[in-house]
């Protein structure tokens, strides 16, 4: 099954191994113990100061951190507003995909982009796949995914594992959703974002990535 949850072991295949949701409430601190070769920030909602070493930032929402220098580890010094942390760990390569957030909500009319669905949509994201691996945090809300033809309900703490080539899609929410995306190591012809058998050639996906 490609959703895994919050201190749960990652399907063998992935190169994010661990993720976590970290929530602080205005003037507290945090210190992560170092977990994976490479680590990502993202910053859900909020703001804070975040020292990477000896660099210190002022991190406000969708603020997007990595840290790859092994003996070097992230720290919340000052948490300024209430803030949501994810934070994402593993051992992807150089040349990545996109990261951030986005929102799920459902829509006034359904406007698809993306390839034909045999399923009942309500929001605007597009069925689509990738020429990488990618993962779905969800940090706030409710809803259904579909990831390589199989429908799965997700909410908060919830990460959707998926492989490269496989068509996934957001059809579905009943509470609106926030979530972080993270798409690790380019392959194949190495294209970037939303790919469509229909404008792009139809996917490959690799099976054994499910």
């Not at 680590?39 to 660099?55: A, F, M, P």
């Not at 210190?56 to 951190?65: F, K």
């Not at 990831?147 to 059809?171: K, Q, R, T």
Request: proline share 4%.
């Amino acid at each position: 099954m490609p959703v895994f949850k919050i201190g749960k072991e990652a399907p063998a295949w992935c190169e994010m191994k661990h993720f976590e949701i970290v929530r602080l409430a205005k003037g507290s601190r945090h210190t992560f113990d170092r977990v994976g070769k490479k680590e990502k920030l993202i910053i859900g909602q909020g703001r804070c100061l975040i020292s990477l070493g000896e660099q210190q930032i002022d991190a406000e929402e969708r603020a997007n951190l990595d840290l790859s220098e092994p003996d070097k580890a992230f720290r919340v010094d000052e948490v300024l507003s209430d803030t949501v942390l994810i934070r994402m760990c593993g051992d992807w390569g150089e040349e990545i995909g996109g990261s951030g957030l986005f929102n799920v909500t459902k829509a006034e009319s359904v406007v698809e982009r993306g390839d034909p669905t045999h399923y009942h949509k309500e929001t605007n994201i597009d069925n689509h796949y990738h020429d990488c691996d990618e993962y779905w945090i969800i940090f706030e809300g409710k809803g259904v995914v579909v990831s390589e033809g199989n429908s799965y309900e997700v909410g908060p703490g919830d990460c959707l594992a998926i492989g490269m080539g496989h068509h996934h899609d957001f059809p579905l929410v009943s509470e609106p959703v926030k979530a972080v995306y993270f798409e690790t190591t380019l392959q194949g012809n190495k294209r970037r974002g939303h790919l469509w058998n229909h404008t792009h050639g139809a996917a490959e996906p690799i099976k054994e990535r499910v």
